[in-house]
């Protein structure tokens, strides 16, 4: 039974997602967004305190820095650079994930890096992306969960039928022509957890095109272990290319 689903679901998927992909603007798709509704409860955060006069600072050297790329309130570009004050992406990021993905870039993506800003300067950028947001901080608990240990075999496959339309094959994001990041290079997995990916799959990040894949109502109701599947596969991934 569970191995001819692996084989069925990928291919409906396949189908739907093709169809939904190539949009150009991040209207909401008809498909139901089951961020709010669906999904499990998520774990209770840490509230975020912001110093308004360090946000203020990081708001200027901001505009000078990264609104090219990131827009204006850095709402992101589909295709060409993510949202920064998306509130799931602000709730799962910790200081650490922020400050070193500033300073060093992403290699082989259009990110670059930022170390000549010294580290109090992106210290005000990351105030300043904190200010918007609107759910307590959860990086601490998510990336405590357990890694995964799951089949990287069974994880490929999930990975192409259904991550790699809008993340690209091997996970190379934009420069592959597709609308989401670059999720399979050391740039992005060298500084995440586990759990970082894994609360990403589940719950998605609002407003974009990357939905939850858990509940009822999502684009695919993928398990834990399948979730860990994939997980296992993309740490294979940079190695390999
Ligand atoms: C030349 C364009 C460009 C500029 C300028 C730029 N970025 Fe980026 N940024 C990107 C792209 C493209 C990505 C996604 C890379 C990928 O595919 O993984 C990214 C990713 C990020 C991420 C990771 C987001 C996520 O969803 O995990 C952070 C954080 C970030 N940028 C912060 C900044 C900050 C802060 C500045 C200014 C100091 C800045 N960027 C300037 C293009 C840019
Ligand atoms: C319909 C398109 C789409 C599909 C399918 C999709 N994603 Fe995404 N994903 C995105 C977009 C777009 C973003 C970045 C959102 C933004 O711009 O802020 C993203 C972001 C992510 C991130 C955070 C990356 C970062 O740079 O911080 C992870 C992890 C992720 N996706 C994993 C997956 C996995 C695993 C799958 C398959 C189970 C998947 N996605 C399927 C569009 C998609």
Redesign the pocket.
Known sequence: MKKKRHLILPILLFGLLLSGCNQKTEEKSSAPSTNETASPAKPAGVPVNIDPALAKKGEA??NQ??I???QADAIGKPG???S?TNKE?LSVSSDKF?LG??RDG?PG????P?AH?GRSQVEA?VAF?RSHSTEPNISAIVDAQPDAHGDPRLGKLWFDQICSTCHGFDGD??SAGSTG??IG?A??LNKVSDGFIRHTIVYGRSNTRMLGFKGPAAMANLTDSEIDDIITYLRTVPSKS
Do not use: D
């Open positions: 050297l901001y820095n990264c090219f790329c990131h060409f650079a993510p920064l992406f922020l993905t500033i992403r993506t259009g990110m670059p930022f800003l950028i992306l994001g934009y990041t670059a290079k740039g992005f």
